[in-house]
């Protein structure tokens, strides 16, 4: 897929409890083609702390309306910055990078989405999209507290929503892997975004009951296009770019102790 | 217009812009992004005898107005790289150059002549500074005697125009330049990465996997600068400037420095465009200041 450098323009920038933000960005050039589980490459400024471009996964992209959300975690000075910006200002971006997540051949199949905390950010547009393309996906979103629960309503439009926090402050008490909807039933694909631990877990899960698996990997990164080398997963094939190979791999790829 | 073309050796530079080694990957990275007959050459990632896996993940640091990196030459060894990179770039309209990496003079030496069969290949970079290799590496570029034990030996077995990569890591500079120099090195270029570290105090561990790693961006471009107008004055061979830069006026520096062309390395990272640029800004430069070429720039500094 063709890549592209373009500015963007920041359309509205929403605070989510104290540390989070949802950036919504409109194309003012070409809106090429987006696949669930892409990313973007952003350039926050000329600083010297934020050198670097951050990458950032699509939380949401609509090729009608020519927008492209991000769902950002504040935690550094780059994240700092974008959650600061404004309506109006621009924001340069490489896109789209990476290879996406899979899309199952039949539509009766049983998906599952497992997200944790602002991980299931790129789960959004995996579940709108498998929705319009006749699949019905379910969603199990776990998080710290109920306010690191993000986006829930949101994720309602386009399949059950299942919840877990691990103070019980909404939905089940506990990890993601503990919920009763994976005692009741088995999904026939799970996809999974959050932190490492999260993703090992549900690795585990899947092995154990042979369920195909795929995961989306943030490992850090300098360029975003295969160039630098850094942002390496050891896989069966040997070290290979998380952000041309990737970020999504099934788990059959990696060398996860599962 | 003023004249961009430069001669390094019996390499024909159409302008004086290259794209760094590890930076630009094979050029085909960037082929969305640019058209690559824009610049003057593309040094493609260092090139091994044997495959390489590189170093363990986390192999990366941002630092301020730099980053770490500890990648240790992954690549996919010569061959590899002749039977399946080779014909994916041979007819790009520029200048592709072959870093050439090892940790024994006789996989230097085997790589080379490997290379040195290509027909569209004009030159080699023989990477003699790499800091984040057990072996080898760094080792032959840190003292007169192992950067020309490993000269001498590639010289012999290779015709095509010979740019060896110099380390910052190391007392002087300009005394390793002249010792290849003197075993019939056609160019010099550096600096490549200073030695450096970054620790993540949360965690109160390095960052990197290999503790230390190469410092590359804007924060190295004074030491470079400095070590480019050093270097340039000690040797008759050209010099390619390399380390930090990140717009026209950085290239136009080095130049004044002493340097005959000039490489854009970590920058590519954040403008994937840069080199192009750079090209077109020292062109406007060269036009704006009266000068008929890009080579009467090459040392034209007042003295202070």
Redesign the interface.
């Known amino acids: 897929m063709?890549?592209?450098?373009s500015d963007w323009t920041v359309k509205e920038n929403t605070s989510i409890h104290a540390h989070y933000c949802l950036l919504k960005l409109v194309s003012g050039e070409t809106f090429p083609e987006t696949l669930p589980g892409q990313f973007v490459q952003v350039?926050v400024d000329d600083s010297?702390?934020t050198?670097?471009?951050r990458p950032i996964s699509i939380h949401f992209a609509n090729t009608a309306d020519r927008e492209l959300w991000l769902l950002i975690q504040r935690i550094g000075k780059g994240t700092r910055k974008l959650s600061e910006l404004k309506p109006g200002q621009k924001l340069n971006l490489?896109h789209p990078l990476g290879k996406g997540f899979s899309i199952p051949d039949t539509k009766n199949k049983r998906l599952l989405l497992i997200g944790g905390g602002v991980g299931a950010a790129p789960l959004l547009y995996l579940g709108a999209y498998l929705k319009e393309n006749g699949f019905q996906p379910a969603f199990l979103l776990g998080a710290r507290s109920e306010k690191d629960l993000l986006q829930s309503e949101e994720f309602g439009k386009y399949g059950d929503v299942y919840l877990a926090t691990e103070d019980g402050s909404r939905g089940e008490k506990g990890f993601v892997t503990a919920h009763s909807l994976l005692q009741r039933e088995k999904a026939d694909f799970l996809y999974a975004c959050g932190p490492k631990p999260m993703m090992l877990a549900v690795a585990k899960y899947a092995a154990q009951q042979a369920i195909p698996c795929e995961v989306s990997l943030e490992?850090?990164?300098?360029?975003?296009?295969?160039?630098?080398?850094?942002?390496?997963?050891?896989t069966k094939k040997?070290?290979v770019c998380i952000c041309t190979e990737g970020p999504v791999f099934n788990i059959n790829q990696l060398t996860w102790p599962i | 217009m003023a004249n961009l073309n430069i001669d390094i050796g019996k390499l024909h530079l159409k302008n004086p812009v290259l794209t760094a080694s590890?930076?630009?990957?094979y050029g085909t990275?960037?082929a969305?992004?640019m058209d690559l007959s824009r610049i003057g050459g593309v040094i493609v990632?260092g090139t091994t005898l044997h495959p390489r896996?590189?170093n363990?993940?986390?192999?990366?640091a941002?630092?301020?107005?730099?980053?770490l990196?500890a990648?240790g030459l992954?690549n996919k060894g010569v061959d590899f790289f002749i039977s399946d990179i080779y014909p994916q770039i041979r007819d790009v309209d520029t200048n592709i150059i072959v870093n050439v990496s090892g940790s024994t003079i006789e996989d230097y030496v085997a790589c080379a002549e490997k290379i040195g069969e290509l027909e569209k290949i004009p030159a080699i970079e023989l990477n003699i500074s790499c800091p984040n290799v057990k072996q080898g590496g760094m080792a032959f570029g840190t003292t007169c005697a192992g950067a020309s034990e490993v000269v001498k030996a590639v010289r012999k077995a290779v015709r095509k125009t010979l740019i060896v990569k110099l380390s910052p890591n190391v007392t002087d500079i300009a005394e390793i330049a002249k010792a290849v120099e003197a075993e019939g090195a056609d160019s010099v270029s550096l600096i490549n990465t200073l030695m450096g570290m970054a620790i993540n105090i949360e965690m109160r561990r390095p960052v990197l996997s290999t503790v230390t790693g190469g410092l590359s961006?804007?924060?190295v471009k004074p030491v470079a600068l400095r070590m480019v107008y050093q270097t340039s004055r000690a040797v008759k061979i050209p010099v390619i400037g390399l380390g930090g830069i990140s717009g026209w006026q950085d290239a136009v520096e080095f130049i004044l420095a002493g340097a005959t062309a000039i490489q854009i390395g970590?920058y590519?990272?954040?403008?994937?465009?840069v080199s192009r640029k750079v090209g077109e800004g020292i062109n406007a430069y060269l036009d704006r200041n009266g000068f008929r070429s890009v080579g009467e720039l090459v040392g034209a500094m007042e003295r202070g």
């Not at chain 1, 063709?2 to 450098?5: F, G, M």
């Open positions: 063709k890549k592209y450098i350039r010297s702390a050198f670097l471009r490489i490992n850090s990164m300098a360029c975003g296009i295969g160039a630098c080398l850094c942002c390496v997963e050891k040997g070290n | 590890g930076t630009f990957g990275e960037y969305d992004f990632k896996e590189g363990d993940y986390p192999r990366m941002e630092t301020p107005s730099g980053m990196n990648v992954q961006g804007p924060c970590t590519n990272f954040i403008d994937p465009t």
